[in-house]
């Protein structure tokens, strides 16, 4: 690996709404590089990326899967991410650590709620992209369409590099606006798989010349306005050959001021190998975008690193999997150095050593040997026990690279094992499944004696009570899914703390005075220190800290974490003989519990944004459901005999809607979800809901 130059890398993920057609097309693509020699199918549980039973048996994907290809002397590490709401986790830390996006769209629905989620991530994490306009052979199918919705609810700047040949069943292949030639298909897959529609290069037939020649124009004047040398040719009519207009695409997408966008059919095999030629030609390289930059440990010192293995090195670690064969594997992003098999290396997250065991090159559940890995490449390491996702791994010189983000959970059950046997296996399955997903918590309700797991949605706590089952043999009792409310502040307040214990001896004593007032959305749970003059020693105040954030864990409605609030400490008092750590934390804890009462607490909900898509004869019932839901109708698009709804909707209301949508509309209608933030409980609504969680 070490021998393969940097130049001829490409770091890219495939990402879109769920049933787009991601993972077809990745099957189609380690298909065409020989990767595997069989195509496999999503419906028919047997795709290559998709290898968890969970993932086979409901046709979707749910985990990340990484695995190498080559194409035009170019090595491909290539990531499948999930489309669903509830595992948007995964799409999160694969973008982290991408160079280049492919986003899949369905060329019937266009954009859709989670390829908006996915395009942002995308502009958070700065990754160029392609746009691969899929299923150009199903019934309902526009390109045209597609592209004004790419443009209308993503805000980009799209830029077609392609022309379909043929719509619906007579899709035939696709015309190349910058190579000036056609691409055409004969045959289709046959019954084994081991066979995809033979592509041939031909000229362009006469019927598309005038229409080719319209939107070449239309392209180049897109693409000249972000390279100089190309504009000045192409107004002196000077004729721009393939490659230079390559090369201005290329620097214009990497810049991230265009979006190519192509188009095929993944599941027919028609116009990918086109797709991949453009992956290699118009992606980025990790020499081609900008230096990582970490920060020293324990300073705000920046440091950038540039992807070279004569670098110090620094990687990050994006996922962590419990493999059945191997153990536990952590996935590396090599940002610069390298790293060979067996060497100690540094968690400057956690600040401990490690020794780096096996290193594996990952294909989708099997996996190969290294020796060493070097900058700009993806793997697999077998061995390296405390770290987790988002940790920084150095080897002398030590920086600390950003981590990904992710979401709070927003739904949650209690769980309890059937029998005794299963009280210590479910403490070990609970325990790994949340060292893999950052967003599945586990807390122990001391009040109630149950553990609550919470995640990103019913589908995500569905999928790992039944990953217990499966993979460690743990039967458990669930409860029913719970919205995981939040509380905040809506006045400002000055709360004395009191804790004065005397019981013979030494007693205890701790004193304070705060100020709490609210927060923008998002502004956290803030501590402020504005002792003067010693009132509080120095000692304690780490103390009251920690007593505040353990207060503001139950708020004063409903029990709920209060969020958004901002608590400064301004005075106290405390005795030379009997004031303590313990007194001042409990100090803390009563001058929240006290002054969160009298500052007008309200109750937050999870809503979300919700995207129903329908046959025109079954809006109106489902318009009239979601009235009963609470949901707020924003907007009813038409395309044809489809009309797709949207609505903004208290989460909690979402709870079984897969089965209500299906019952209103014959199976026919289908739905996205997006949760977007927390919103005020109305008053008559407070007493109903509380009661209704709590029971």
């Known amino acids: 690996m070490a021998d393969y130059p940097i130049e001829k890398i490409r770091n890219i993920g495939f990402i879109a709404h769920i049933d787009a057609g991601k993972t077809t097309v990745t099957e189609r693509v380690l298909y065409l590089t020989g990767v595997i020699r069989k195509v496999g199918e999503v419906h028919d549980g047997t795709a290559t990326m998709d290898f968890m039973a969970q993932e086979r048996e409901r046709g979707i994907t749910i985990g990340s899967a990484a695995t190498t290809a080559y194409w035009n002397d170019s090595r491909l590490n290539v990531i499948d991410t999930p489309g669903h709401v509830d595992f948007t986790a995964e799409v999160e830390r694969s973008l982290r650590v991408l160079d280049g996006g492919i986003v899949v769209f369905d060329a019937v629905a266009g954009v859709q709620s989670q390829s908006e989620t996915v395009w942002r991530q995308a502009n958070t994490y700065n990754v160029p992209r392609l746009c691969f306009v899929n299923k150009m052979d199903r019934v309902g199918a526009s390109y045209e369409r597609t592209i004004e919705t790419i443009v209308a609810r993503l805000g980009a700047n799209p830029v077609p590099i392609q022309l379909p040949m043929g ?40 019927e598309y010349q005038d229409e080719y020649e319209t939107r070449r124009e239309e392209m180049l004047e897109k693409i000249v306005e972000h390279d100089e040398e190309a504009m000045e040719k192409y107004f002196d009519g000077v004729e721009l050959t393939p490659e230079e207009i390559i090369a201005a695409l290329r620097k214009a997408t990497i810049n991230m001021d265009v979006v190519p966008i192509l188009c095929g059919t993944a599941l027919g095999g028609k116009a990918l190998q086109p797709m991949l030629d453009y992956i290699v030609d118009l992606l980025p390289s990790p020499i081609d975008v900008p230096n990582v930059v970490g920060l020293r440990p324990g300073s705000e010192e920046e440091v950038e690193r540039a992807p070279d293995e004569k670098e110090p090195l620094s990687a990050i670690a994006f996922k962590v999997v419990t493999d059945p064969y191997v153990g536990r594997l952590v996935y590396i992003r090599v940002y610069s150095g390298k790293i060979e098999a067996g060497a100690a290396v540094e968690n400057v997250s956690k600040g401990g050593r490690e020794r780096m065991g096996r290193l594996l090159r990952m294909h989708a559940s099997s996996r190969e040997e290294l020796e060493e890995i070097s900058a700009g490449n993806i793997c697999a390491c ?9 940790d920084t791994i150095c080897a002398g010189d030590n920086i600390i690279l950003e981590p990904p983000t992710f979401p709070d959970p927003v739904v949650s059950v209690a769980i309890e094992p059937k029998t005794k046997a299963d009280q210590e296996k479910l403490g070990e399955a609970l325990r790994k499944l949340a060292d893999e997903d950052p967003t599945f918590l586990v807390n122990f309700n001391s009040e109630t004696g149950q553990t609550v797991m919470s995640g990103m949605g019913e589908l995500h706590l569905e999928i790992l009570v039944d990953r217990m089952k499966r993979e460690f043999s743990v039967e458990a009792n669930v409860g029913s899914p719970r919205v995981s409310y939040r509380e905040t502040l809506t006045a400002n307040v000055r709360q004395e703390g009191r804790f004065v214990r005397q019981s013979g001896g030494h007693g205890q004593y701790g004193h304070v005075w705060v100020e709490i007032e609210p927060l923008e959305t998002g502004g956290g749970i803030v501590f402020e220190d504005k002792i003067r003059g010693g009132a509080v020693p120095r000692e304690y105040i780490p103390a009251v800290e920690k007593g505040i954030r353990e207060a503001v864990e139950n708020g004063p409605v409903g029990g709920y974490p209060m969020v958004d609030v901002k608590v400064t400490l301004v005075d106290g008092t405390f ?12 100090a803390g804890v009563l001058a929240i519990r006290e002054g969160s009462r009298k500052a007008n607490p309200i109750l937050l909900e999870p809503m979300a944004d919700l995207e129903v898509t329908t046959p025109s004869e079954f809006t109106s019932s489902i318009v009239g459901d979601l009235g009963t839901r609470r949901a707020q109708i924003s907007n009813i698009d038409s395309n044809g005999d489809l009309q797709t709804i949207f609505a903004t909707i208290p989460l909690g209301e979402t709870f079984s809607y897969t089965t209500a949508l299906r019952s209103l509309s ?27 969680d709590q029971g």
Do not use: W
């Open 167 to 206: 719509a619906e069943s007579d899709f035939m292949g696709v015309i190349d606006l910058i190579k000036g030639h056609a691409v055409m298909y004969e045959g289709s897959r046959d019954h084994t798989g081991e066979t995809l529609p033979e592509m041939k290069i031909t000229e362009i037939p006469a």
């Open 382 to 390: 077998v061995g390296l026990k405390d770290t987790f996702t988002g």
């Open 575 to 586: 005795h030379p003989v009997d004031s303590s750590e313990m007194a001042f934390r409990q």
């Open 666 to 692: 014959s199976g026919r209608a289908s739905f996205g979800m997006e949760v977007k933030n927390y919103s005020p409980v109305p008053d008559h609504l407070l007493n109903t809901l509380i009661g209704k």
